[in-house]
């Protein structure tokens, strides 16, 4: 059954204070995972897409990274304004949905 | 503006009523898509369209109709709305893989 899986549900950091979120996945053949941030009372906003184990992708303070089994949103020296929902999200081969973890929700405290 | 947007933003409807969720978008995207987000449960795939009058079940379709006569409206119908219907509703389009959000319905059945 395909699947996502993120840890730790919530995270509470201190302004620049790095840290990682993890994304675990089982999905037959992945054909991407997918990073996307949720503030409250909003839809999900597009962040970086991953197509291979060993790529990278990075934007301002956040780097993602994937593995054969997993995927991790590194975030460097987090400012107040990081504080969101990220969701972790699969698609699989011959799928046009996307599997959605339940995301952790991130605090960073000034 | 381009983009996709949703109507109603809220909704407060009544048990065994017939409520029409709207989705709208200017991007010309081949796909749409309706989610629902539950506490605990993530984004949960209702329905999804390839492209006008193509439609197909996600995981969670009881209780729902869609139909998408023109590729940028996707509308999604509670035929008999149930208090287990409450829930925020989004709508997604992608001409790829990415999947780009609306801002959400919160609707609620009394």
């Known amino acids: 059954e395909d699947q996502v899986t993120q840890s730790p549900e919530a995270l509470r950091l201190q302004e620049g204070e790095s840290s990682s979120l993890n994304c675990s996945y089982t999905?037959?053949?992945?054909?991407?995972l997918f990073w996307y941030r949720q503030d409250p009372g909003k839809g999900p906003e597009f962040l970086f897409t991953?197509?291979?184990a060993g790529e990278e992708k990075e934007k301002e303070r956040l780097k993602a990274t994937l593995t054969k089994k997993e995927s991790f949103l590194h975030i460097t020296a987090p400012k107040p304004e990081d504080s969101a929902t990220y969701l972790c999200?699969?698609?699989?081969?011959?799928?046009?949905?996307?599997?959605f973890g339940t995301g952790t929700r991130l605090t960073v405290i000034p | 503006d381009a983009g996709i947007t949703q109507s109603p933003r809220y909704k407060i409807t009544e048990t065994g009523r017939q409520v029409t969720l709207m989705c709208h978008q200017t991007?010309?995207?081949?796909?749409m898509f309706w989610y629902r987000q539950d506490l605990g449960h993530g984004l949960r795939l209702i329905y999804y369209?390839?492209?006008?009058?193509?439609?197909d079940k996600g995981e969670v379709p009881d209780g729902y109709v869609v139909s998408r006569s023109k590729t940028e409206n996707f509308p999604l119908t509670l035929e008999s709305a149930t208090r287990s219907q409450t829930s925020v509703y989004f709508c997604?389009?992608?001409?790829?893989?990415?999947?780009?959000f609306g801002p959400g319905t919160r609707l609620t059945v009394t």
């Open positions: 997604a389009s992608s001409e790829s893989y990415e999947q780009y």
């Open positions: 999905v037959s053949g992945l054909r991407g």
């Open positions: 991953l197509y291979s």
């Open positions: 999200a699969a698609a699989a081969r011959g799928a046009n949905n996307l599997f």
């Open positions: 991007w010309s995207h081949s796909y």
């Open positions: 369209s390839a492209a006008a009058d193509i439609t």
